[in-house]
């Protein structure tokens, strides 16, 4: 699939939205993993995001350039599909071709005639018997990652009168967003990437009024859909800073959905991620973020009884997928010593800055 990119997808500086980007892979996982599900003969159905994996922004995107988007369904399980896409820019004028995104998404093949009803998944054809083991590593990894966070979900983000500068209130925010058709499958519930994108510019806009200056998405946690979202609800997307280092900060996105045109439902949390941005000035040059004030009481139990859940689920994992585990509510004083601090150092994946703390959360579909 490709893509021209134009003034309204970018932001001010003229680099593309992490959200338009996050839009178009979405959109490309969709496409092949419903294909891949009706293939056979059997009931039609359409494939639903279910999770995001970890995903870094590489290499800027600018207007002008052609986004060209390419995915590849590595694995199968009885009722999941991961997809892996690339994103690759190119300068038509020059003919220059660059990376500037890689992914792995999770769907579940939902029936057309009841959108609650998960089938089956075809099986996929592996071209060596070790593409298949490796698979199902992965998928047992970020299975028990949905599931060691769901103790999360109830988490809501209240704001707060006259917040202090560079606390978390005070860069806190959120959009409230009607669900209309244009947001919808034909089947009436919300695509994946349509969320996403809000995800990302409300993460902007948190971090644009932490810093002050031009920011761009400089990497994705997992985002873990934890429920579909229909037309007619009212969403309610947040954000919140959760840490920060020298170059980077990391924000909390809570999205909750409220079926007004249904009494018998209640509000609920749809989805969840951590995302990292850079600051950077006029030229484009990282710029040092604002010290993160922490100016809130601890409100949950003490992150060290879930730090020892979460080192002991992280042992388990095979391969190191979407890094999760570090605690994202405010903590009463500065991380930078005992366990939190201890959670930063050891969950950061290799290459992270020293200070940012990847958080994945949530619980998705039963995938079987």
Known sequence: MAWIMRPDDANVAGNVHGGTVLKMIEEAGAIISTRHCNSQNGE???AALARVERTDFLSPMCIGEVAHVSGEITYTSKHSV???????????????????????????????????????????????QEQEEEGRKRYEAQKLERMETKWRNGDIIQPVMNPEPNTVSYSQSSLIHLVGPSDC?????????????????????????HCKTNIVTASVDAINFHDKIRKGCVITISGRMTFTSNKSMEIEVLVDADPVVDNSQKRYRAASAFFTYVSLSQEGKPLPVPQLVVSVRLRHPCPQDSRQRRCSCQSLCLVPRGQSGAPAWPLPGPVTSGCCADQARARRPEGRPEGSMPVGCGWGWQTG
């Open 44 to 46: 039609r159905c359409v």
């Open 82 to 128: 991961e997809v892996q896409v690339n994103v690759m820019s190119e300068n038509i004028l020059t003919g220059i071709k660059k990376l500037t995104n890689k992914a792995t998404l999770w769907y579940v093949p939902l029936s057309l005639k009841n959108v609650d009803k998960v089938l089956e998944v075809p099986p996929v054809v592996y071209s060596r």
């Open 185 to 209: 499958t034909l089947h009436g519930f919300v695509h994946g990437g349509v969320t996403m994108k809000l995800m990302d510019e409300v993460a902007g806009i948190v971090a644009a009024r």
